[in-house]
Structures are given as structure tokens and as C-alpha cells.
Nanobody
Framework: QVQFVESGGGLVQPGGSLRLSCAAS????????MGWYRQVPGKQRELVAT????????TYANPVKGRFTISRDNAKNTVYLEMNSMKPEDTAVYYC???????????WGQGTQVTVSS
């Protein structure tokens, strides 16, 4: 059974930092590219960052380049997103999923809310 549980969100002031975690279950984790996604109500979910199965290659969406860092620990079946210099436009619900992502909503977690506000 594939399952993803995101955590670490919260309220942070502009310029602040947060570290998100995503615990995954299922044997596939260590062999797939993993991604972090975010969604604002009324808008489409967008890809934020990806990391290859080995952790050596990472990609970032332009709005977060230089501020966010994705990483993974295959021994713990966990992927992380370190967010620094945060901006109000980073406010969203953040999800993890393989890349490309599952189209079936059954394989998406609840996400974790991130709010950047003073």
C-alpha cells in the first residue's frame, strides 16, 4: 500500500524558515523520483522540486530556486523540503508524491499547510 504523510507545516513570518517532511510507505520509494508539490485554493497544484532516487540530482521551480532545498533519506523512506527566505506567495498546502505524480487522488496524502504572514 502506497501512502504519503506530510508534516512540518505551520505559520512563519516572511524571511523565516520551515522544514517539511514526508514519510512514505511502500517498497517503491527508494527507486522513484520524488517531488514536492503545492496548491493554493482555486489554483492547480504545481511542482516545487524533485529529487532522483539516489538523491544526486535535484530540480526546482523558478520561484523557489536558491531558497528551497529538497533531500531524501531512503533508509527512512522520507523526503524533506527545507524552505528558507520564505515569502507570502509560498503560502499553500504542500504535498509529496512521485514524479510524475499519481493521477489517482487515493495516492495523495492530506498535505501540510504552510502560511507565510506577518
Amino acid at each position: 500500500q502506497v501512502q504519503f504523510v506530510e508534516s512540518g507545516g505551520g505559520l512563519v513570518q516572511p524571511g523565516g524558515s520551515l522544514r517539511l517532511s514526508c514519510a512514505a510507505s511502500g517498497a517503491i520509494f527508494s527507486i522513484v523520483v520524488m517531488g514536492w508539490y503545492r496548491q493554493v485554493p482555486g489554483k492547480q497544484r504545481e511542482l516545487v522540486a524533485t529529487v532522483t532516487s539516489s538523491g544526486t540530482t535535484k530540480t526546482y521551480a523558478n520561484p523557489v530556486k536558491g531558497r528551497f532545498t529538497i533531500s531524501r533519506d531512503n533508509a527512512k523512506n522520507t523526503v524533506y523540503l527545507e524552505m528558507n527566505s520564505m515569502k507570502p506567495e509560498d503560502t499553500a498546502v504542500y504535498y509529496c508524491n512521485p514524479y510524475p505524480p499519481y493521477s489517482d487522488s487515493h495516492y495523495w496524502g492530506q498535505g501540510t499547510q504552510v502560511t507565510v504572514s506577518s
